[in-house]
């Protein structure tokens, strides 16, 4: 009896040691364990101009220190994950039989893949996580080069939407993976940059783990959808902001916070500074400004809080919206 459950005990031993080696196993892209890696955390959007009329512009192109990536890259297609090119991110690669496709667009707009329209139907076998063979594969490539200008500071890859999992390399190296679709993802790519032509090369599987969250009622087109550029940061950057704007109990005056958040990247040199917030009319016209002044901490973010009142502004409603910048 005894000699049966010690068989017994080491065949379920065996089992479980084999879920969980399948587990190690899995495929990354039907893992639900790894959802990202090394993106950087959400923060609102923005962009770090020379002067202030460009920011009122909020133009991007303006910046000395933004980059579009946008237009004509390289790209291949598998209707297949097994037949997808593993070493794509190798410089040395011959892509001379890729295509070509625009960036941003879909794929399946572009003549590879079919669009699929569902709402509640899975467009794969429904197994969670994991999503079948027939898992087609888009994959990019170009290059780029930097601006002597932005040594010394941090430059970020920011995707704007990636719809698929996307594993993302700079220069043969993996700089890391996202698999949120419309909404961005972005990636600190400084240590691997070189001087002169850099490679960038993402390959985006149609189907992931991530699916099984997206079943809604809408048409699954797959690809780098939205815009993708660099922009450099120095080494002591605002990082994110949270504006909040009110009306005093009388609703007459305007009750104004914000929450702005530095990051010291390595090697930041600026131990001391000052931070403004100004609220501008649509002539202008400066009607509010705070300044403080802080000393940087051990962490690598640090949050200001601003407050005050506006007196009487120009209320928003629907029919008349009035904004301030």
Not at 73 to 102: C, G, H, M, P, V
Not at 113 to 124: M, R
Not at 238 to 257: E, M, R
Request: proline share 5%.
């Amino acid at each position: 009896m005894r000699m049966k459950k010690a068989m017994l005990l080491a065949f379920f031993t065996f089992l479980l040691a084999s879920a969980v080696h399948a587990q190690d196993e899995r495929n990354d892209w039907e893992n639900p364990r790894l959802f990202q890696l090394n993106k950087e955390q959400p923060h609102a959007s923005f962009m770090v101009y020379g002067n202030v009329s460009d920011v009122a512009t909020d133009d991007y192109s303006r910046s000395a220190y933004y980059q579009s990536l946008n237009g004509i890259w390289q790209f291949t297609y598998a209707d297949k994950s097994a037949n997808r090119i593993k070493n794509f991110y190798e410089e040395k690669l011959d892509t001379r039989a890729w295509s070509e496709i625009a960036v941003p667009s879909n794929w399946e707009m572009k003549g590879f893949g079919i669009p699929i329209y569902t709402n509640i139907v899975y467009p794969f076998p429904k197994n969670p996580p994991f999503v079948g063979e027939n898992n087609p594969v888009g994959t990019y490539r170009r290059e780029f080069t930097v601006a002597d200008e932005w040594n010394g500071r941090e430059i970020l890859l920011h995707f704007g939407s990636i719809t698929g999992c996307a594993f993302v390399y700079v220069n043969g190296h993996k700089v890391g993976m996202s698999k949120a679709a419309k909404s961005p993802a972005e990636f600190n790519i400084t240590p691997y940059l070189k001087k002169g032509t850099n490679l960038l090369a993402v390959q985006v599987f149609r189907w992931s783990d991530g699916s099984y969250l997206e079943d809604q009622d809408f048409w699954r087109i797959s690809g780098i959808e939205r815009d993708v550029f660099l922009y450099a940061l120095p080494k002591l950057s605002i990082w994110d902001f949270f504006i909040k704007s009110g009306l005093d109990a009388q609703y007459t005056n305007g009750v104004f916070s914000a929450d702005v958040t530095l990051r010291q990247f390595a090697n930041n040199t600026i131990k001391h500074g000052s931070a403004a917030v100004d609220i501008y009319d649509n002539a202008g016209k400066k009607i509010f400004s705070r300044e403080q002044a802080f000393s940087t901490t051990a962490d690598s973010l640090q949050v200001l809080h601003f407050s005050g009142t506006v007196p009487n502004p120009l209320k928003w409603t629907a029919e008349t919206p009035n904004l301030y910048n």
